[in-house]
């Protein structure tokens, strides 16, 4: 399941959004144009990655940042960074620009340290964005649970794509992370799954306080658990003005237009 596009624009240009994706690109292209060329890789992941071991010696705190801003491969990257587009534009509506900045920040730091909770004698470096993600996805679930996504569902020669509420799709990528943190071989190369899910909960704790300013369970009967774009606003109160027609004498009721 590949979550591929929402229909829930914001009410404001999502600078930070933008910017986000736009670093991280840099980030990459300096990857495979400077440092891979020169060989001097395995430096740089030492340098920028978080390194849990390195954190116990009292060394590279800086990569409790820096990490969220390296990725592997394009494969690694695009798909962080489509993720981070498809809900992180409503979350910033919602926060505001620097606000929002600070978010993903704290997200991307705390899921660094759920994973160096659990493995601080690891040597293997953490890079990618997937913990900051997985907090904007945390906050967009508290904020926006009926909001759909257009998925891409692939089922060896079954492919479709279905319209999925963020509760769902976002309900079943906590389960495999919870599923493939615990299965996973500790310090072994792979998914850092616990970045995933400290990033997740750290996003969500986060966003309460938001949630609450806007009324808390109010906000989801007044926006019925959707971004509040304009669009949704406009549907909303034309529905709710539009009086059905009475079906009488075999005709199918229609609203007037």
């Known amino acids: 399941m590949f979550p591929i596009r929402d229909h829930n624009r914001s ?26 060329p020169s060989g001097m890789l395995n430096r740089f992941y030492s340098d920028y990655a978080m390194v849990p071991y390195f954190i116990s010696q009292g ?39 620097a606000g929002f900045a ?48 257009d998925t891409l569902v692939i089922f060896f020669v079954y492919v479709r794509i279905f319209p999925i509420p963020a509760w769902i799709l976002l309900g079943l990528w906590l389960v495999f992370q919870v599923v493939g943190g615990f299965s996973a071989a500790s310090g072994a190369p792979g998914v850092a799954y616990f970045a995933h899910l400290g990033g997740f909960f750290v996003g969500l704790a986060l966003t309460i306080p938001v949630w609450l300013g806007e009324g808390g369970p109010r906000f ?38």
């Open 11 to 36: 009410r404001r240009t999502p600078y930070v959004v933008i910017a986000l994706i736009a670093v991280n690109v840099l980030v990459w292209l300096y990857d495979i144009g400077v440092v891979q």
């Open 59 to 97: 060394e590279g705190y800086q990569g409790l940042f820096t990490h969220m801003f390296l990725h592997g491969g394009v494969i690694h990257l695009a798909g962080n960074m489509l993720i981070l587009w498809i809900y992180g534009d409503n979350m910033e509506d919602e926060m505001g620009h």
């Open 102 to 149: 600070l978010f993903y920040l704290l997200s991307g730091l705390g899921a660094a340290l759920a994973q160096y909770a659990f493995e601080p004698a690891s040597a293997v470096p953490m890079i990618g964005a997937s913990g900051a993600v997985a907090g904007v996805m945390g906050g967009y679930l508290l904020l926006f649970p009926k909001a759909r996504v």
């Open 220 to 257: 989801w009967r007044r926006t019925e658990g959707h971004p509040p774009h304009p669009d949704a606003e406009y549907e909303r109160i034309n529905r709710s003005r539009i009086p059905a027609v009475r079906r009488s004498g075999g005709r199918s009721g229609k609203r007037p237009w």
